[in-house]
């Protein structure tokens, strides 16, 4: 009896590892934008990811479960990227623009052009069975707003900008633009598109 139990803890230690969660959460990331959510299953999940169908499901009853996961893992990853921005006063807001922008071209190129903008990619894809997927990634979008306006204002702090420039217009401008860059890069596989676009948009500034 004490040694069944104590297989049986070892089991449920090893489906708990959060190892093999952020496994299954990045794989599901990757093959939710090449190949759309509806095609993937959770069995080809468990084979590209190499983690166990018990242990994913110990994780994630469905695979509803797993895309809200893989939306709060895009979000994460953003965050960390626009904190980062935030935080390097010493650069201009310009150069740790242009930064960013970069970081989002080599994404793109990274999955082949596949799932510009992993958020816009996901909303459309989410299933009207996960109404919270759709809430997580259009809270993203509100809270990118007040950080991207405080990025402008730093630049009208620094004399970046011009005098006049509205930090909140401003900031729902550019997130338009980036958004619609990200768009046109995907379907004429040129992320060169991204590069002028925030370039432009610097400039007008000025």
Sequence with gaps: MTNKKLNNGSAKSKSSNPVNRTKAVEVAAQLFLRQ??????????????????????????NKEELLHAVVQYWIAQYESDLYLL???RER?????????MALLSAGIE?????????????YMQTPASAPEVKESISRFFRELQPMM??????????????KGIEPG?????????MEGSLV???????TGIIEQSARTFCQ???
């Design 184 to 190: 046109l890069a995907e379907t004429a596989r040129d």
């Design 92 to 100: 201009e807001v310009t150069e740790r623009i242009y930064s960013f």
């Design 36 to 61: 759309g959510y509806s095609y993937v299953s959770m069995d080809e999940v468990v084979r590209v990811s190499g983690v166990s169908k018990s242990n994913i499901y110990y994780h994630f009853k």
């Design 169 to 177: 217009p401003a900031a729902a401008l550019f997130i338009a633009a």
């Design 149 to 162: 306006e405080k990025l402008f204002q730093q630049g009208l702090d620094g004399g970046e900008f011009r």
């Design 204 to 206: 007008m500034l000025r």
């Design 86 to 88: 935030l935080s390097q």
């Design 110 to 122: 990274g999955r082949d052009y596949e799932g510009s903008c992993p958020f816009i990619t996901l």
